[in-house]
């Protein structure tokens, strides 16, 4: 059986999932709670829905990764800020 099919996802929650799979500071529990699938089968899902050299090099990308894994995190935000990030406006650091 799809994983698609078993947890009613539609082509928009596919691509989500998929894209907060790559990203290196999104844990597998936040897609867990965000659409109800555990990291067992979003791997399986990143399997049938990517090429299968992309799967293999997101594998090897996420694989013991501790920042996929709120338990192993050493910090307790998801999100880095920037030391300069309220100088920035418009996309374009403001002069100093």
Known sequence: MKIREKYE?????VNRIIEMAWEDRTTFDAIK???GVPEKNVIK???QEMKFKSWKMWRARVQNRATKHAKKRTFSEGRHKCSRQSAISNNKISKR
């Open 9 to 13: 996802l539609d082509d928009r929650d």
């Open 33 to 35: 709670e965000q659409f």
């Open 45 to 47: 899902l990143m399997r």
